[in-house]
């Protein structure tokens, strides 16, 4: 599933958080990464295995531009 948002400005320590579920065998983890707009290179942010997924982004280590982020969820099957 992919969640599109609308664009917004952030500096400083940003809250970033995710939701997943797996009613079979549940979530072992879930990370957080980031790529500069219109790359394919993904960087982790976090990692995080317990819900509820979430993580703190100081945006002052990046440079200044447009990013994505993404979660990717692993559930305890692998």
Do not use: E, F, H, K
Request: net charge negative; proline share 3%.
């Amino acid at each position: 599933m992919t969640t599109t948002a609308q664009p917004t400005i952030v500096s400083g320590a940003v809250a970033v958080s995710a939701t997943a579920s797996d009613t079979g065998s549940g979530v072992a983890r879930v990370v957080v990464q980031y790529a500069a707009a219109g790359s394919s290179t993904w960087t982790s942010l976090c990692t995080d295995q317990t819900t509820p997924y979430s993580c703190t982004w100081d945006t002052l280590t990046v440079a200044d531009g447009d990013y994505q982020l993404r979660a990717i969820a692993t559930d305890n099957v692998g």
